[in-house]
């Protein structure tokens, strides 16, 4: 079992910066793929961001690529998302979820591939 807090949302204006993190309990943190998602009103949940286990290399959804960084600290159990020249369209709840390292990137994508998730945590990009 994993169970997975997310913290460091809030209210920021267009061009500003974020970093959110996620906690994660259990000591097989390390072994997990851990992804971020965020969902707007009225819309799907979508991929943001994914880092694998020990190996380290991310991927990113291209709405978010050159802008987001995700990163893993295996001794903190913690994985975090820095937000750079933030757009209004990424207002949305961002979840934190854990899932199975062994699929490729294109299944680390899909939400139905992580086996936990965090409550999520609200991000709004607003003047």
């Known amino acids: 079992q994993v169970q997975l807090v997310e913290s460091g949302g809030g209210l920021v204006q267009p061009g500003g910066s974020l970093r959110v993190s996620c906690a994660a309990s259990g000591r097989t943190f390390s072994m997990y793929a851990m992804g971020w998602f965020r969902q707007a009103p009225g819309k799907e949940r979508e991929f943001v961001a994914v880092i694998r286990s020990s190996r380290g290399s991310p991927n990113y959804a291209d709405s978010v690529k050159g802008r987001f960084t995700i990163s893993r600290d295996n001794a903190k159990n913690t994985v975090y998302l820095q937000m750079n020249s933030l757009k209004p369209e990424d207002t949305a709840v961002y979840y934190c979820?854990?899932?199975?390292?062994?699929?490729?990137?294109?299944?680390?994508?899909?939400?139905?591939?992580?086996?936990?998730w965090g409550q999520g945590t609200q991000v709004t990009v607003s003047s």
């Open positions: 979820a854990a899932g199975w390292d062994g699929w490729n990137f294109r299944g680390l994508a899909d939400p139905a591939k992580y086996d936990y």
